[in-house]
């Protein structure tokens, strides 16, 4: 019997709490801690499927510090599921840091499959996924933004990327004049109660979202070079 914890990486919905398996419940029950990007979140959904075990933070602002704390616990025998906010953790989130240290520190290192939200905006997009390239987010200064995207203009996979409320129709513009008036598809609110899904080429979407703010969750995914 290994001497250390396991860290457990589980996947939680990204909308609809329904769309959690049943390891997924039964790990988040069985482990002594249950480490949250947003704990808010995470308490949600303990309490919607009645799990009561404690819950710390660990998220951008204090995951080196923290992810320290947790491979002490890790070692000492604990065995601690992390969660991101929505999705799968190690998705653009900081579950990178905590998981280096376990591998490096021999701990063992377990994921729980669950929902994604760029691969359900993938499948629901219209647009070919059987060679995908998933950028994350681009960044938030416009010109290392512009920079990113000029890098993917001779890209023929699809794109998929997420991009914040804030941003969305800057780089809507961005995109299409640095790669063209390609196909794109808008998936917002994935599996929630606003879910939406709009396609079309840029300039449409640009056209729509020109006088109407868009809120919520926002995966983008654009055609390659054709």
Same mark, same amino acid.
């Given at each position: 019997?290994?001497?250390?914890?396991?860290?457990?990486?589980?996947?939680?919905?990204?909308?609809?709490?329904?769309?959690?398996?049943?390891?997924?419940?039964?790990?988040?029950?069985?482990?002594?801690?249950?480490?949250?990007?947003?704990?808010?979140?995470?308490?949600?959904?303990?309490?919607?499927?009645?799990?009561?075990?404690?819950?710390?933070?660990?998220?951008?602002?204090?995951?080196? #510090?923290?992810? $320290?704390?947790?491979?002490? =616990?890790?070692?000492? @025998?604990?065995?601690? +599921?992390? %969660?991101?906010?929505?999705? /799968?953790?190690?998705?653009?989130?900081?579950?990178?840091?905590?998981?280096?240290?376990?591998?490096?520190?021999?701990?063992?290192?377990?994921?729980?499959?669950?929902?994604?939200?760029?691969?359900?905006?993938?499948?629901?997009?219209?647009?070919?996924?059987?060679?995908?390239?998933?950028?994350?987010?681009?960044?938030?200064?416009?010109?290392?933004?512009?920079?990113?995207?000029?890098?993917?203009?001779?890209?023929?996979?699809?794109?998929?990327?997420?991009?914040?409320?804030?941003? #969305?129709?800057? $780089?809507?513009?961005?995109? =299409?004049?640095?790669? @063209?008036?390609?196909? +794109?598809? %808008?998936?917002?609110?994935? /599996?929630?109660?606003?879910?939406?899904?709009?396609?079309?080429?840029?300039?449409?979407?640009?056209?729509?979202?020109?006088?109407?703010?868009?809120?919520?969750?926002?995966?983008?995914?654009?055609?390659?070079?054709?």
């Amino acid at each position: 019997m290994s001497e250390t914890g396991t860290l457990y990486i589980v996947s939680t919905p990204i909308g609809n709490l329904e769309d959690i398996t049943l390891r997924a419940l039964r790990v988040l029950r069985e482990v002594d801690l249950i480490a949250a990007e947003d704990t808010r979140t995470t308490r949600k959904l303990l309490s919607y499927y009645d799990i009561h075990v404690p819950v710390t933070s660990y998220f951008d602002a204090n995951e080196e #510090f923290k992810a $320290t704390e947790l491979i002490n =616990k890790l070692k000492s @025998g604990l065995n601690i +599921a992390l %969660v991101s906010e929505a999705g /799968t953790p190690g998705i653009s989130d900081p579950a990178y840091r905590l998981l280096q240290q376990a591998i490096e520190n021999n701990i063992p290192v377990v994921c729980i499959p669950g929902p994604t939200a760029f691969v359900s905006a993938a499948v629901v997009s219209g647009l070919p996924i059987d060679s995908f390239v998933f950028i994350g987010f681009l960044p938030h200064k416009r010109s290392k933004r512009l920079k990113k995207i000029e890098s993917l203009r001779d890209e023929p996979r699809t794109l998929i990327m997420y991009v914040s409320p804030h941003r #969305f129709l800057e $780089t809507l513009k961005d995109l =299409k004049e640095i790669l @063209g008036d390609r196909k +794109a598809a %808008v998936a917002r609110e994935l /599996t929630k109660k606003f879910e939406e899904v709009l396609r079309g080429p840029l300039s449409t979407l640009i056209e729509k979202f020109e006088n109407t703010p868009i809120k919520g969750e926002i995966t983008l995914v654009l055609e390659g070079k054709r």
